[in-house]
């Protein structure tokens, strides 16, 4: 009698412990199957930031100090080094959004076939070796490269122009590297934007530039923003265009890291490096998050 | 929002191909000045293709579109000043309620007053008062319905396009939105032309029905003529239910099975069908105690296949001689249904002479 009323009321109901057990099993089962990942996830990723973190706490003499830090913070050259690396991220990020946007917009209205084409041109670069890309940039824009030799033949100017082995070789190859990961958000975005979007608009009286401006551009917003932060993080941790093209005259963050492991085996200078930029890729990460809930906050207020 | 100016639609041989299909085939109409037209046919019979030509986002071949004097068929859609409602409303989902009613009018340089005003006047009349802000992720099936509605008329266009409008809601709601948008066309009273495949919608809300398939206008009549007197067995078959027998003429009478039809003068004046139609709310079943006034009906001799009940009404099914099953609609009440005859029973059906009708059949029309 007591046993029945204690059944009703922790486990109220015909089959509700066999229930919960099934529930209990399944989420195990779950866990079960993403262990090997998260497993993975441990030993690739957390271990090694950790450790890396762990490494920038020593000084030279192997004593426990955060003069790696410090320095840096001192140092004029770790902060132009760090400003550079920004400059360079935003201007490809830059570059990227005004190719990437009217070239995405441009797939997006192609019938099926040929955007499948034109998608294939997009990611073909993909397909070969960035090192290769890089070194076929150098030998397009160096002095003696075909930009300058026929800009030369055909008169067009006298003198070569300084194209690479310096900032804009670095903008012009880093941009070419990174305009399909713009340009593939994008394109995902603009593909979902329903075309009764703009037959609505255009219906209401608006032209084509007025519904492009306040409709179809709007809605591609998210598909834009996604495109801007995956190059610009990737901009920030870049390394083998501006090695190539840069000439030793654009100094990235990881370029300097590079020097500090290889030239001099600082390795606690070169893991705080890492730890700062990583800190600052989370921040800009953490910004654009930000930003884009407030915008969606904000949306609402467009047409009023 | 008080009434609107309308304006009269004369369409004059509008052709459109794809490849070697006529999504619209010569097709003329004329929607008169404030009327409430549907154009109504299965998918892919061309009335969508014809309601986009009309909005000026499908490019015809060859044709004539006017609206009042003033030719349209090569004006771009953003100078035609019309109003529409899309299938799936096409609300801007980044622009709020207001937002998306005050478009038209910010478009049109209206003030920032004057627009808020309108947008709310053009709330109130789809019953949406102080919805203004709401987001339109926020907004049930009917209520996104009601503000596309609102942001198709808030400019006050003199016509108005539909493009089913209410597929996307459930059966009550729509029911209850038919009869919603037919109150509010009567109030503003601007030409509206709405796209429907549901002939019951269609029959419900317009002034005149325009029957569409395979590109082509087929019948345009007023809902009581397109379902009594359907042009063509498609039609016949399209709207409502019917069962077609063929019909011969012997010394010039029709007959069915070799026995003459009794048909109302009127019928028998328009006679040279060679199908007659039976719709199963016509039919009666006829028992052996006959009124005296169901004495001249024809009659329809067979045998109960299976009787359904569906609530509100029955339905009898029964093959006749010739192995035709004809349905008979039944209201259910206690006495028709205890009168109901059991599967397998032979009956006689009774149809009234006002009520046979005849219909042409295209396969025929040579022999005459």
Redesign the interface.
């Known amino acids: 009698m007591t046993e029945h009323a204690v059944m009703n009321r922790t486990a109220a109901g015909v089959n509700a412990a066999g229930i919960r057990r099934d529930e209990l099993r399944e989420k195990l089962t779950l866990f079960g199957l993403a262990a090997p990942a998260a497993m993975l996830v441990l030993v690739i990723i957390v271990i090694p930031v950790g450790w890396l973190f762990w490494l920038s706490l020593f000084n030279d003499e192997g004593v426990m100090s955060l003069s790696n830090y410090t320095r840096m913070l001192e140092s004029k050259s770790y902060t132009r080094i760090f400003t550079t690396t920004f400059k360079v991220s935003f201007l490809t990020t830059a570059l990227c959004v005004l190719l990437g946007y009217p070239l995405a917009y441009f797939l997006a209205q192609l019938p099926k076939r040929w955007a499948a084409l034109g998608m294939m041109a997009v990611l073909l670069p993909f397909w070969t070796s960035l090192l290769v890309r890089t070194y076929a940039w150098l030998v397009v824009l160096q002095r003696k490269g075909l930009i300058n030799q026929w800009g030369i033949e055909l008169g067009l100017w006298d003198t070569p122009i300084r194209l690479a082995h310096n900032l804009n070789g670095t903008l012009i190859g880093m941009a070419h590297i990174m305009l399909p990961f713009l340009v593939l958000p994008l394109y995902g975005a603009m593909k979902s934007i329903d075309f009764d979007y703009m037959k609505a608009a255009s219906n209401l009286g608006a032209t084509p530039a007025y519904a492009f401006r306040h409709v179809f551009f709007p809605l591609s917003l998210p598909g834009l923003f996604a495109g801007i932060i995956i190059v610009f993080v990737l901009c920030l941790g870049f390394f083998v265009t501006p090695a190539v093209l840069g000439g030793g005259k654009v100094i990235m963050v990881s370029m300097k890291i590079e020097t500090l492991v290889d030239l001099f085996f600082n390795f606690g200078t070169a893991s705080a490096l890492g730890v700062v930029l990583l800190a600052l890729t989370l921040l800009v990460l953490f910004l654009a998050h930000r930003l884009l809930q407030l915008d969606r906050v904000l949306g609402g207020g467009h047409g009023g | 929002m008080g009434r609107i100016a309308a304006l009269p639609i004369g369409i004059r041989a509008v052709t459109k191909t794809y490849g070697d299909i006529y999504a619209l085939e010569h097709v003329d109409l004329d929607v008169q000045s404030g009327e409430f037209l549907t154009l109504l046919g299965p998918s892919g019979s061309g009335k969508t293709t014809l309601l986009m030509v009309l909005?000026?986002?499908t490019r015809p071949d060859s044709g004539s579109v006017r609206f009042g004097d003033e030719e349209m068929i090569r004006m771009?859609?953003?100078?035609?000043?019309?109003?529409?409602v899309?299938q799936?409303y096409?609300?801007?989902?980044?622009?709020?309620v207001?937002?998306?009613i005050?478009?038209?009018l910010?478009?049109?340089g209206a003030s920032k007053d004057d627009i808020g005003a309108r947008v709310e006047s053009a709330l109130a009349t789809v019953q949406l008062e102080g919805y203004g802000?709401r987001?339109i992720t926020q907004l049930s099936g009917g209520q996104k319905q009601r503000v596309a509605l609102a942001?198709a008329i808030v400019?006050e266009p003199r016509i108005l396009l539909m493009d089913e409008p209410l597929s996307a809601l459930d059966k009550k709601l729509r029911e209850h939105m038919q009869i919603e948008l037919r109150r509010l066309h009567d109030q503003l009273g601007m030409t509206t032309v709405y796209v429907t495949h549901d002939q019951r919608e269609a029959l419900t809300m317009s002034d005149r029905i325009a029957v569409i398939n395979h590109g082509k206008l087929i019948q345009l009549d007023d809902p009581r003529n397109i379902y009594d007197h359907p042009a063509d067995p498609f039609v016949a078959n399209f709207i409502g239910e019917s069962v077609l027998l063929p019909v011969e003429y012997i010394g010039g009478a029709p007959c069915y099975r070799g026995e003459p039809l009794r048909l109302s003068e009127s019928a028998a004046a328009a006679a040279g069908g060679h199908l007659l139609m039976l719709r199963p709310e016509r039919l009666v079943l006829l028992t052996d105690e006959q009124p005296a006034d169901h004495a001249h009906y024809n009659r329809f001799k067979g045998s109960v296949g299976h009787v359904v009940y569906q609530g509100e009404s029955f339905v009898t099914y029964v093959t006749l001689a010739d192995g035709a099953e004809v349905a008979v609609r039944s209201v259910s009440r206690r006495q028709t249904l205890a009168a109901a005859p059991p599967p397998g029973s032979e009956v006689t059906l009774g149809l009234h002479p006002d009520e046979t009708t005849l219909i042409p059949d295209p396969s025929q029309t040579r022999d005459d």
């Open positions: 909005a000026g986002f771009p859609p953003h100078k035609r000043e019309v109003g529409m899309f799936n096409a609300l801007f989902p980044h622009m709020d207001a937002g998306n005050g478009f038209p910010k478009l049109r802000e987001r942001r400019f």
